[in-house]
T-cell receptor
Framework: DTGVSQDPRHKITKRGQNVTFRCDPI?????LYWYRQTLGQGPEFLTY????????KSRLLSDRFSAERPKGSFSTLEIQRTEQGDSAMYLC??????????FGQGTRLTVV | QKEVEQNSGPLSVPEGAIASLNCTYS??????FFWYRQYSGKSPELIMS????GDKEDGRFTAQLNKASQYVSLLIRDSQPSDSATYLC?????????FGTGTSLTVIP
């Protein structure tokens, strides 16, 4: 399967802990996006990469969030000192430029 | 003003009917438009893309785009219970995908 892959699918963590999620995009896609989605809401943009360059980051994203895409391949999203409000589905998507984006299955984070 | 607005619904239609989903967007320079389907607890799945004014048909789905009115719609013909899901409208403006909050559709057998 050459779709977008995210790991882990589910993560339960205690408040204050750090968590890291991984996304492997479709291999020929140069753009990679991270979104967060809570119940009843549409996906909320967090950040996006074109190849290895992080070109935009949401103003809503606190300094506890950081993302990387070394070598323009997979990407990681780290959340430091997690809070209960960070509980959400974290979605990764990739695209070949400004065309269709395809989503991974998401990582559901629960902060207890 | 939100970039993309959708009626959250819920929208209920009987099986076999046409479901009509609507979306408006705020930025006139937006060039690319998409409809995603999202089942509860799952990630969004692309079902249609449209880039130019007019209609685009794919099976039971028809996307309609009117750039002058900044309006995108999705018609689902012969609706099936398996079409019951949340439908997300997405627009590319600049380098970002903006999503609406989604319209919940229920197809009643």
């Amino acid at each position: 399967d050459t779709g977008v892959s995210q790991d882990p699918r589910h993560k339960i963590t205690k408040r204050g802990q750090n968590v890291t999620f991984r996304c492997d995009p479709i291999s020929e896609h140069n753009r990679l996006y991270w979104y967060r989605q809570t119940l009843g809401q549409g996906p909320e943009f967090l950040t996006y990469f074109q190849n290895e360059a992080q070109l935009e980051k949401s103003r809503l994203l606190s300094d506890r969030f950081s993302a990387e895409r070394p070598k323009g391949s997979f990407s990681t999203l780290e959340i430091q000192r997690t809070e209960q409000g960070d509980s959400a589905m974290y979605l990764c998507a990739s695209s070949a430029g400004t065309v269709e984006a395809f989503f991974g299955q998401g990582t559901r984070l629960t902060v207890v | 003003q939100k970039e993309v607005e959708q009626n959250s619904g819920p929208l209920s239609v009987p099986e076999g009917a046409i479901a009509s989903l609507n979306c408006t967007y705020s930025d006139r320079v937006s060039q690319s438009f998409f409809w995603y389907r999202q089942y509860s607890g799952k990630s969004p799945e692309l079902i249609m893309s449209i880039y130019s004014n007019g209609d685009k048909e794919d099976g039971r789905f028809t996307a309609q785009l009117n750039k002058a009115s900044q309006y995108v719609s999705l018609l689902i013909r012969d609706s099936q219970p398996s079409d019951s899901a949340t439908y997300l409208c997405a627009v590319i403006t600049g380098n970002q995908f903006y999503f609406g909050t989604g319209t919940s559709l229920t197809v009643i057998p």
